[in-house]
């Protein structure tokens, strides 16, 4: 049986990712590169492990002792974690990429940390491959429609999420007005929509997009129940997101969360 890794962050989307692949015939292992990885995830794997994304050599040993030849790596990694004193503590093969790359932004990063498998013949996959049902077609997902103010807010958001992605900031923007009420960095998208709902009193508007040059191996938007949790305490009223480039976890629960509080998901 052939093997397949998936590395994982947070999130729900690793399950999917890792059932998905059983159901193809892969044997699965998983390494959950972070604190508070699904727990679900040990339970649908072959394999699994906790190896903190520090720890590169010790994760290119574990993949290559079950011979995985082909990983995707999944799930949030968010920024706030690695620059925790104390969480991260990377091993002398991670302190050498790092000593290579000429920033600390998110895709020269990854960029680095997938070369590195590959260097070891561990093919870094499309995120999307194993799930594509879960990237939405363009479309209003909801039972209410966006009124002509917020379609103005979601035109203006987009425009800035794009803006943002494209100088590997973010993903997300919160906006009221077509103004920018705040933008996503080191804390993530959840802290930058709550932050975004407080400053603008409610009554905003989440845009969430994928880099204008959007590298399919790794960081793929996503959006959740967990999204739509921080959308309601926050006071926002609709969400636009990528079509073909935003993954839905929890298709089903997150559109009947937003139905339940009135809130509009335009797929654009």
Known sequence: ??????????????????????ELGYQVVAVGVVPDVDE??????????????GKIGKIISTLK???VKQVTMIGKVTKEVLYKAGKIVPDLRAIKILATVPDRKDDTIMNAIVKELESEGIHVMDQTVLIKPLLPAPGVLTKRQPTEAELADMEFGFTMAKAIG???????????????????????TDACILRGGF????GVIVAKAAK???????????FGTKTMESMIHAGATGIVIEAGNTLIVDREKTIAMADEHNITILVK
């Open 166 to 188: 494209g100088l590997d900031i973010g993903q997300t923007v919160v906006v009221k007005n077509r103004a920018v009420m705040a933008v996503e960095a080191i804390e993530g």
């Open 40 to 53: 679900e995830l040990a339970a649908c794997a072959d394999f699994y492990y906790d190896i903190n994304i």
């Open 212 to 222: 204008p040059s959007q590298d399919q191996r790794f960081d793929i938007p996503g």
């Open 1 to 22: 049986m052939e093997s397949i890794g998936v590395l994982s962050g947070i999130g729900h989307l690793p399950v999917e990712v890792a059932k998905a692949a059983k």
């Open 199 to 202: 400053l603008g009193k409610g």
């Open 65 to 67: 002792k079950h011979k």
